[in-house]
């Protein structure tokens, strides 16, 4: 949930969709996927392959210091 609304916070998504897998390797992962409206997969489920996506080094940076904000929010 952490993760969730620092994800949130910086992108402002409409909803956030969870994919959470751990049939293939012994641990468990979670996807987490802002969404908007209007965006490619507005009405059906994400499909990663379809197109690719990338977030810069900066991108990345103001997710990590919302998540890490949310998380002493708490």
């Known amino acids: 949930m952490t993760v969730a609304r620092g994800v949130s916070a910086v992108t402002h998504a409409v909803k956030l969709n969870y994919e959470i897998h751990g049939n293939t390797i012994p641990h468990l ?5 802002p969404r908007f409206r209007g965006d490619p997969f507005e009405g ?5 392959d379809e197109l690719g996506f990338h977030r810069s080094g ?3 940076e103001v997710l990590e210091a919302a998540i890490s904000a949310a998380g002493r929010d708490r």
């Open 29 to 33: 992962h979670v996807h987490v996927f």
């Open 44 to 48: 059906r489920p994400i499909a990663p």
């Open 58 to 60: 900066d991108d990345l």
